[in-house]
């Protein structure tokens, strides 16, 4: 069999499709053409309910932050796995529930996690996120002649008013992580390929539905997307290589003298166009 190229010039780089098997023998759906369809009843809200419900929930999310000092407190049973089934419950590319959610408790995964995350952060907020790294995109030649220094670059900077440092003491402080796995495919029984159509923003759509999970019962969580430590954590917690890490989230409770930045929202006029 020949060996396959990149069909749409995309160099081999990920997509949100991924390339279908055109030269299998046949086609076959990976959830059988005659799934029948059922009636849809869900309970029928009068309209005033439906506009209280809408501002509640509102008021809930818009209390929500992104903590990033926690209190060790164990989060109670069962809370974890409620928290990925609601998750799990998220929409996807033809059914395809492209994720794995790896809850850590123990302390000393934890704690490798973090060292891991810690040396990459180190690099990160020295090396590739700094001028250097940003102007070496631009202007290699010149650079590697003229500067050889680690200034802060525009997205360093950028970070300031949220005090962020490569140190993530809540990495190990907090009860749980749960890091968020995205399956750019998987295998049908046949030993097939299955495609995962979309898993990008399945994924995230997925992620906002934990988030919202997260302050409904009255937890909190960091969203965190730790650069370049994909393959790492994925050999530490033994995933497979059609995972990717694309979340890491501490939950637990805030730590009782944590702080949030002073910072306001847009308001819905910024944000909404009716047309
Ligand atoms: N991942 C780094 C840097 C960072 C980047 C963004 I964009 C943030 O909103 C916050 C942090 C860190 O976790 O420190």
């Not at 794995?100 to 590739?128: C, D, G, H, S, W």
């Not at 802060?152 to 968020?180: H, I, M, N, R």
């Not at 796995?181 to 759509?205: L, T």
Request: charge should be neutral; hydrophobic fraction near 35%; proline fraction near 9%.
């Amino acid at each position: 069999k020949k060996e396959k190229l990149p069909r749409n010039g995309s160099g081999g780089k990920e997509r949100d499709f991924p390339d279908d098997e055109g030269d299998e023998p046949y086609l076959v759906p990976a959830i059988p053409e005659d799934t029948p369809h059922v009636p849809y009843k869900p309970l029928k809200r009068a309209d005033d309910e439906v506009l209280q419900r809408s501002r509640d929930y509102y008021q809930l999310m818009a209390n929500r932050r992104t903590v990033r000092f926690f209190s060790p407190e164990p989060i109670p049973e069962g809370v974890l796995e409620n928290l990925v089934k609601t998750a799990g419950t998220s929409p996807s590319g033809a059914h395809t529930e492209p994720w794995t959610y790896v809850v850590v408790q123990n302390p000393e995964m934890k704690e490798a996690i973090r060292n891991i995350v810690e040396e990459e952060e180190e690099l990160n907020y020295a090396k590739r996120m700094s001028r250097q790294c940003q102007d070496f995109n631009a202007c290699w030649w010149l650079l590697t002649i003229v500067c050889v220094s680690h200034a802060d670059g525009q997205w360093v900077t950028d970070l300031k008013p949220f005090a962020t440092k490569p140190t993530k003491p809540y990495l190990s402080e907090a009860p749980a992580l749960l890091l968020v796995f995205r399956q750019a495919y998987s295998w049908r029984p046949d030993g097939r390929k299955r495609m995962h159509y979309y898993s990008e923003i399945s994924v995230a759509i997925a992620a906002g539905i934990l988030l919202a999970a997260i302050q409904y019962c009255g937890l909190v969580a960091l969203t965190s997307t730790p650069l370049n430590c994909n393959a790492r954590l994925r050999d530490l917690l033994s995933r497979p290589s059609n995972e990717r890490l694309e979340l890491l989230l501490p939950v637990g409770r805030p730590h009782k003298e944590a702080t949030v930045p002073d910072i306001s929202r847009k308001s819905l006029e910024e944000i909404m166009i009716k047309v």
